[in-house]
Nanobody, 125 residues
Framework: QEQPVESGGGLVQAGGSLRLSCTSS????????WGWFRQAPGKEREGIAC????????FYVDSVKGRFTASRDDAKNTLNLQMITLKPEDTAMYYC??????????????????WGQGTLVTVSS
């Protein structure tokens, strides 16, 4: 699996919106659900959204539910994350990787995922 490439991050005021994208040449063919993870300064990386292989269902953790929408475009090998009503606590480096969803929790689907460089989202108050 190659390293995914995330993009779309930036500086935004609280209440604003951003759209992140992730590309990976294996996204449409590897059979995995793909999702978004983030790591805030001084905190562990956490899964926040996971889109099933079919793309019909997306799971979210409570902290982003209703504000973030994840989707995949297999024709472009792309995973997207539309974020609205951003909060300062959303400030983090955002990554994409294959995912698994559990009750209330989203985790990497692979024991050793290949993380990309990430894209930085900074939300000012």
């Amino acid at each position: 699996q190659e390293q995914p490439v995330e993009s779309g991050g930036g500086l935004v005021q609280a209440g604003g919106s951003l759209r992140l994208s992730c590309t990976s040449s294996t996204l449409s063919s590897d059979g995995f659900a793909w999702g978004w993870f983030r790591q805030a300064p001084g905190k562990e990386r956490e899964g926040i959204a996971c889109v099933t292989w079919s793309g019909n269902t997306a799971f979210y953790v409570d902290s982003v539910k209703g504000r973030f929408t994840a989707s995949r475009d297999d024709a472009k090998n792309t995973l997207n994350l539309q974020m609205i009503t951003l909060k300062p606590e959303d400030t983090a480096m955002y990554y994409c990787a294959p995912c698994s969803s559990l009750p209330g929790l989203i985790i990497p689907a692979q024991r050793a995922p290949r993380w990309g460089q990430g894209t930085l989202v900074t939300v000012s108050s």
